[in-house]
């Protein structure tokens, strides 16, 4: 076992989670696709579930109904009984379910699967440090590479939240998001679909390999890109839209950008160029879901760790 995972660490409750958000249905139709043959996602030593989220904001092809389901999982927002929207009251449902939130919780990991419109390609996403979801991740991404027919993995970090997360798979022990594009909201696409349920099975492979003690002891090296820093669009004085994110940037996801390279083009043709620091990775690049939270796209530093 890699010396960067407890040796304590036990996995045997998972739970694959799907339609999170209503109108990303790749994670909905990988786990309806479970449920109608459980057998496909059980593997020895391991007890899992798969669960649909969010019904209600599935039917209206919506990401929420009231609110994000994906926001609604913070310990006191949970143990609210005053609270009582669609969101909310499916977060106490969920949490009922696969927890309770903190150490009693029946899960020991969850795999929460959602889709974007950008071209995020194929994404294991861990907030803040967890060792154990990062040498998964690195195994994933290993092991993907090195198919005859190999996929491209990325790992995403989002920074630890200052205070108590409000994400569903911090209802387990350990929660991964596996974020996958480009997916136009309330759409499936099969180049898309077919290797994220390859994704899923091998994570799924592996966890089973963990809980069986089979995990390699050599570290391994893996790339990581922690979300750092948004950028909104740019507005006039009465908060109106005065450029569109540039067309080469919507084709660049992941690639770093420069000082000077197009970033928003307004509505007369004239180019806004970056004027960051150099050398970001643009990520979550002109996401629909994001416009109403003024978030144009989103900017990571590349580093290399091994786990």
């Known amino acids: 076992m890699s ?37 496909r996602m059980q593997r020895p030593g391991l007890d899992v579930t798969a669960l649909i989220a969010n019904e209600a904001a599935i039917a209206a092809c919506r990401r929420g109904v009231d609110g994000d389901l994906n926001r609604s999982f913070a310990a006191a927002e949970l143990a609210d009984a005053s609270l009582h929207s669609v969101e909310q009251r499916r977060a106490k449902a969920i949490n009922a379910q696969l927890g309770p939130k903190g150490p009693d919780t029946a899960t020991d990991l969850i795999l929460d ?31 993907l590479a090195a198919e005859p027919d ?8 989002f920074p630890a939240p200052t205070g108590d997360a409000p994400y569903l798979p911090t209802i387990a022990r350990h929660g991964m998001g596996v974020e996958v594009g480009p997916v136009m909201p309330g759409s499936l696409n099969a180049a898309i679909y077919f290797p994220t349920l390859c994704l ?16 390699p002891d050599a570290p391994l090296p893996l790339d990581v890109y922690t979300e750092i820093d948004t950028i909104p669009f740019p507005r006039d004085a ?16 992941y690639q770093p950008l420069q000082p000077g390279d197009p970033l928003f083009l307004d509505f007369h043709g004239r180019t ?36």
């Open 150 to 157: 190999p996929l491209a993995v990325r790992c995403y970090q």
């Open 238 to 253: 009465d908060g109106r839209l005065t450029a569109m994110v540039h067309p080469e940037r919507t084709r660049r996801v």
């Open 272 to 307: 806004i160029p970056y004027t960051g620091a150099p050398g970001l990775y643009p990520t979550f690049v002109n996401e629909p879901s994001y416009l109403a939270k003024d978030i144009a796209l989103c900017l990571a530093r590349h580093s290399q760790r091994m786990v």
């Open 200 to 215: 899923a099975h091998t994570l799924l492979d592996l966890v089973a390999e963990y809980a069986a003690g089979r995990w």
């Open 113 to 143: 699967f959602h889709s974007a419109a950008s071209d995020m390609g194929l994404n294991c996403n861990i907030t803040g440090e967890d060792p154990f979801l990062f040498r998964l991740a690195a195994l994933a991404i290993h092991r």
């Open 3 to 39: 010396p960067h995972v407890p040796s304590s660490d036990s996995i045997r409750t998972v739970a694959l989670v799907g339609g999170t958000h209503g109108d990303e249905l790749t994670g909905v139709a990988l786990v309806r696709a479970f449920q109608q043959h459980p057998e």
